[in-house]
């Protein structure tokens, strides 16, 4: 194992794909020299060359356009977009073509293409520059949706995103580059559409994903000192859902609080929510909590950047209501 930085988890996965396979290339704006707006890709280009490692115009849909077509042909393009607000301008290159173009050939053509795109608020940034729009992609069929929330799973997705032949949206939230921790130096690859229970828990499960899941850890470790044991499950993928980890650690706690970052309505958590209710209506013993963002555009202003988020209390406070809730089921 090694201790290192989220970004540089990420940049170790790009650098081992690309010498693995030689169809691996990466391209976006200010990747090559300058290395990325967020430094992860640092050194690629000194390393692999400008063939491999392309500066590209500052327009969304040429990037995801060409990485597209470059994928049909037999390349592995990963094209980075700054900021996941930005992938409107791209949206029919990546939504009506390159999800669309396996289906609709029949199967003889493959899109092997990641778009890595950061998203999340923590900068103030404000409302062009801040959001979380991970739902508008797992709504597409065709598409995959990783969502990672430490260095270990940024590394081990992104390997293993870079090696399917579906497109995958890969969500890289601002906040996490800096975050550090425990990666292997082996070879592995996490697998795509699998979540992982971060923490074992027996009375309520909290359910996220990206930066919101260091919070929900934060919030299990406060809600432990109140005697209240709450298991940690991160979705990792969004698309594809591992709903049956997520119906078996409900199944089992009983209790249910889904976190996200993303606005509250239409999100990511409302598919989850109406998942357990088809699977675990009558067993639950209260209803499923919803945190979330609120309904607004995000502010710039630091501090209702904050207040509009969850945060820690947000999260505890929900356990902590649904483990005063009236029970639905038998104990």
Sequence with gaps: MATIAFRDALREALRQEMQRDPAVFLMGEDIARYGGAYAVTKGLLQEFGAERVIDTPMSEGTIVGAAAGAAMIGGRPVAEIMYVDFMTFAMDQLVNQAAKIHYMFGGQIRVPL??????????????????????????????????????????????SAI???????????????PLKGDVPEDEYLTPLGKADVKREGSDVTLISYSQTLQLALQAADALASEGIDAEVLDLRSLRPLDIETVIASVSKTKRAVIAHEAALTG???????????????????APIARVAAYDVPLPANSRLEKFVIPDVERISRAARNT?????????
């Design 114 to 159: 990641v778009v890595r795109t950061q998203q999340g608020t923590g900068r103030g940034a404000g409302a062009q520059h801040s959001q979380s729009l991970e739902a508008w992609f797992a709504h597409i069929p065709g598409l995959k949706v990783v969502a990672p929330s430490t260095p270990a799973d940024a590394k081990g997705l992104l390997k």
């Design 163 to 177: 090696r399917d032949d579906n497109p995958v949206v890969f969500l890289e939230h601002k906040a996490l580059y």
């Design 267 to 285: 999100g990511v958590g409302a598919e989850i929510s109406a998942r357990l209710n088809e699977a675990l209506f009558g067993e639950l013993r």
């Design 323 to 331: 483990m005063q809730a009236r029970t639905h089921a038998p104990a």
